[in-house]
């Protein structure tokens, strides 16, 4: 959120023209809740996913049975964070899990899976 907020002010902060600078804000918060349905929280429709070596479940809001789901090309780890793009049955998903959000093995296999898959 800090980074669309960022975006959006820095045409101003730079003396753009007005009218390029309200157009370039205008389009950094348009991406803004696109970002927002990708952090993890009640607002998100994936409820829980569980990853193993040979497949993925996933788990949607108010689905009582795990679906199968499969880790996106544009799956990506890093230190702190990993970006999983899950595609299912039922669409595509995005999720931005922080480092925090998992015990430490977890994560450690998160990231080694996205490494071999994407």
């Known amino acids: 959120m800090l980074l669309h907020a960022t975006v959006a002010a820095s045409p101003w902060m730079l003396g753009v023209p007005a009218a390029l600078a309200a157009m370039l804000s205008a389009v950094a918060l348009l991406g803004l809740p696109s970002t927002l349905s990708c952090l993890p929280g009640p607002h998100h429709r994936v409820?829980?996913?569980?990853?193993?070596?040979?497949?993925?479940?996933?788990?949607?809001?108010?689905?009582p049975e795990p679906g199968s789901a499969t880790l996106g090309r544009g799956s990506r780890a890093f230190a702190q964070f990993a970006f999983v793009e899950l595609e299912s049955g039922s669409g595509r998903h995005a999720w931005l899990l922080p480092r925090s959000s998992l015990p430490p093995a977890a994560f450690r296999r998160l990231k080694a899976l996205i490494r071999l898959t994407c």
């Open 47 to 63: 409820a829980a996913l569980l990853a193993d070596a040979d497949r993925c479940r996933l788990w949607l809001a108010g689905q």
